[in-house]
């Protein structure tokens, strides 16, 4: 199968074996915090307030995550963003075990899980280029989708809910910690070392700022982080404090009954990571593709609404996944294959800040919003906005105009490279793509 092509390559293997782990590690995450929380206050609002803290704390590091992958050897920002995560689930499940957990323990800690997460997102994407040929890429990127959703969306909250209803949350915590521990010492077995690019007398805040000139130079990027931002103010608080609060208190159902919706948005990526990577490369309208795919992506949260069995949330879970995964492949190869690998933390560090950046907004206003309009009419909403918006931004900004030739690993032509020299030429060349 193609999708297994960048298995041969031995670094790829070993960074794959340790993200498989550590995803599986989030997906019993998942399951765990939202039933530990709802255990300690069965309200939305307490949830959504563990919730901001998460996404407050990768606001908070992610813009410096991306600068410190671009400074320093990635490998090395990568092991200590996973044995700060393992440290920060290790307290929390100690003191779940106890019974010493209280809801602000949990706010706390989940601060510390968010700062490594936001270190290790920028490093990570910045890295698979450094490791693999351009000519993998889609596979790759296929490859991590299938992974993330198979294991974060699928096995990690089945094994979850598993574990949350015969031990308890707080062992679930304990197993979650433990696999960040193996993702680290998988990434330690890498061979490759990325190049860094950090240039005499530069500062972390003058290398931000080019991060920053460099994306608003390209709309394409840009404008599709602008949508992302929407979407994400729509998604974070609904899907993650609204859905599982539905399940169990307007459905009747446990912690499995939530693994299993979650898990069928992983059956859906699977499906759409195997297509993709069966292609070998991106059709000719990537970005037209990308949109669509995003903005129907959007309407099964207002379905969620609409459904009164845990088969239909799965339904509707499964499509979800399936076109969000087609966007992200699209995405990601496109942050591999037009960014020059100068800028490439830096910029992945201004997407995730962005696309996540009102998501500290999204769960401030779930419980108001749901308590004043109602858990149903919040996911309508929810569901409809960001598909419009994504819709017309991408009208409005003519961004099939983008859809620039890319690598074609069939034929094994490309288009003529913006920094064909490497690094030298990079760092030579970008101040005049940032305007100076």
Do not use: K
Request: proline share 4%.
């Amino acid at each position: 199968m193609r999708i297994l092509r960048p298995l041969r390559e031995r670094d790829f293997a070993f960074l794959w074996g340790g993200l498989t782990v550590s995803l599986i590690g989030d997906g019993i995450y998942l399951v765990a915090v939202a039933w530990q929380v709802y255990d300690l206050s069965n309200m939305p609002s307490a949830l959504a307030i563990v919730g901001l803290a998460w996404s407050a704390g990768m606001a908070l590091f992610l813009l410096t995550g991306g600068v410190v992958s671009d400074r320093f050897e990635r490998r090395r920002v990568m092991i200590a963003a996973d044995l700060l995560r393992a440290a920060a689930l290790t307290l929390i499940g100690v003191l779940a075990v106890t019974g010493s957990l209280e809801l602000w323990h949990l706010v706390a800690l989940v601060v510390v899980y968010a700062a490594g997460e936001a270190f290790f997102g920028p490093a990570l994407g910045a890295l698979v280029p450094d490791i693999l040929p351009a000519d993998l890429l889609v596979e790759a990127n296929s490859l991590e989708q299938f992974v993330r959703q198979t294991c974060r969306l699928m096995i990690g909250p089945a094994i979850g809910g598993v574990v949350v209803a015969l031990a308890g949350a707080g062992d679930a915590f304990l197993i979650d910690a433990g696999t960040f521990l193996v993702s680290a010492l998988m990434i330690a077995l890498i061979r490759t070392r990325s190049r860094t690019t950090r240039v005499s007398g530069s500062t972390l805040s003058g290398e931000l700022r080019d991060g920053i000139a460099y994306v608003r130079s390209q709309r394409f990027i840009w404008v599709t982080l602008v949508a992302s931002a929407i979407a994400m103010l729509m998604f974070f608080g609904p899907v993650q404090v609204l859905l599982p609060y539905l399940i169990r208190n307007e459905l009747g159902g446990g912690a499995g009954s939530f693994g299993l919706v979650l898990a069928a948005d992983g059956i859906g990526a699977i499906v759409a990571s195997l297509v993709m990577s069966q292609r070998g490369r991106l059709p000719r309208r990537y970005l037209t593709l990308m949109f669509g795919a995003w903005a129907l992506a959007t309407l099964p949260i207002a379905g969620y609404a609409l459904g009164d069995a845990e088969w239909q949330l799965m339904i509707l879970s499964c499509v979800h996944g399936a076109l969000m995964t087609v966007g992200l492949v699209v995405w990601g190869t496109l942050m591999q294959t037009r960014v020059p690998g100068a800028m490439r933390g830096r910029v992945h560090s201004v997407d995730w800040f962005v696309s996540i950046g009102l998501a500290p907004v999204s769960f401030a206003l779930t419980g108001p919003v749901s308590s004043a309009l109602g858990v149903d009419t919040t996911l309508i909403i929810a569901g409809v906005v960001p598909a419009v918006s994504t819709i017309l931004l991408f009208i409005a900004f003519r961004l099939w105009r983008e859809e620039t030739p890319l690598l074609d690993a069939d034929e094994g032509t490309e288009e003529p490279a913006l920094f064909p020299g490497g690094v030298a030429d990079e760092l030579e060349a970008l101040p005049e793509v940032l305007g100076r």
